[in-house]
């Protein structure tokens, strides 16, 4: 789940990041620890900040 996500943060731009997020997310309730999806959360979305910082600042502009 979590290598998932960080794969597609750094390969698939085409799939927007907070998409990527909450796949890994969803993936990790589901098949993962208790409250994993927690870790897996907060590790892509660190990654995510670092990865797409572009995006999310063009992201935030949209939202006003």
Do not use: C, W
Request: aromatic letters at 6%; hydrophobic letters at 45%; proline letters at 2%.
């Amino acid at each position: 789940m979590l290598l998932i996500g960080l794969y597609e943060l750094g390969h698939r731009l085409d799939v927007p990041y907070r998409v990527v997020i909450n796949e890994g997310v969803e993936l990790a309730k589901r098949f993962g620890a208790t409250d994993g999806h927690k870790f897996v959360n907060a590790v892509l979305d660190r990654a995510a900040r670092s990865k797409r910082a572009a995006e999310q600042a063009a992201t935030a502009r949209a939202r006003g």
